[in-house]
């Protein structure tokens, strides 16, 4: 099994930076796939940025381009999500996840494991 540890939220003004870490442990083999999802109040889980382990393969929603950038440290195992430019629609709780894919992948069923998530709250 994987465990995954996601850090870095917290509450910062509209137009602010954060970076956001995921730390993966255990049976990390069967993790390629790494990927962010955020789910803000009242609305569903949207996918936002998808990166394969092996490769560092990036896909990312389309709500997000060009200004999350997804990456990972091999030597730290952990998966990173830079966010800029925060806008108060980025408030939401982030969640890493991880799965056995070896290609990227927007859908949520495909992820298997989930963090427990990191609150990101922006001020306008």
């Known amino acids: 099994q994987v465990q995954l540890v996601e850090s870095g939220g917290g509450l910062v003004q509209a137009g602010g930076s954060l970076r956001l870490s995921c730390a993966r442990s255990?049976?990390?083999?069967?993790?390629?796939?790494m990927g962010w999802f955020r789910q803000a109040p009242g609305k569903e889980r949207e996918f936002v940025a998808a990166?394969?382990?092996?490769?560092?393969?990036?896909y990312y929603g389309e709500s997000v381009k060009g200004r999350f950038t997804i990456s990972r440290d091999n030597t730290k195992n952990t998966m990173y999500l830079q966010i800029d430019r925060l806008i108060p629609e980025d408030t939401a709780v982030y969640y890493c996840?991880?799965?056995?894919?070896?290609?990227?992948?927007?859908?949520?069923?495909?992820?298997?494991?989930w963090g427990q998530g990191t609150q990101v709250t922006v001020s306008s």
């Open positions: 990166i394969t382990w092996r490769d560092a393969s990036t």
């Open positions: 255990g049976r990390t083999f069967s993790s390629r796939l």
């Open positions: 996840a991880s799965s056995p894919l070896s290609v990227v992948t927007n859908r949520e069923y495909e992820f298997d494991i």
